[in-house]
């Protein structure tokens, strides 16, 4: 027969071997990568001017300028001329 304080000591060493085998693998890529210099030939790639490149924006589907006059003219008719409204409720 299995005491309480056995049991509870059984299932912390198993969560224990868990988390140590799950963690295992990672170091191994970890020090696998370290040691072979994999990363180093990307680190020898870098621009020569020491600035990181832009990422490309993208604008999606923002409104311009003509478009949100036309919105707010529409949008503000009988509001109070406060907030997003200024200038465009009559």
Not at 64 to 72: C, G, H, Q, S
């Amino acid at each position: 027969m299995v005491t309480m304080q056995g049991a509870s000591a059984l299932l912390g060493a198993a969560v224990l071997a868990g988390l140590l085998a799950t963690a295992a693998p990672a170091r191994a890529v970890e020090t696998f990568t370290a040691t072979t210099g994999a990363d180093k030939s990307a680190a020898g790639k870098k621009s020569k001017s020491g600035k990181a490149p832009k990422p490309a924006s993208d604008k999606g589907s923002a409104e311009n300028k003509a478009e949100r006059d036309r919105r707010l003219q529409r949008e503000c008719r009988g509001r109070p001329n406060a907030g997003a409204c200024e200038g465009y409720a009559s």
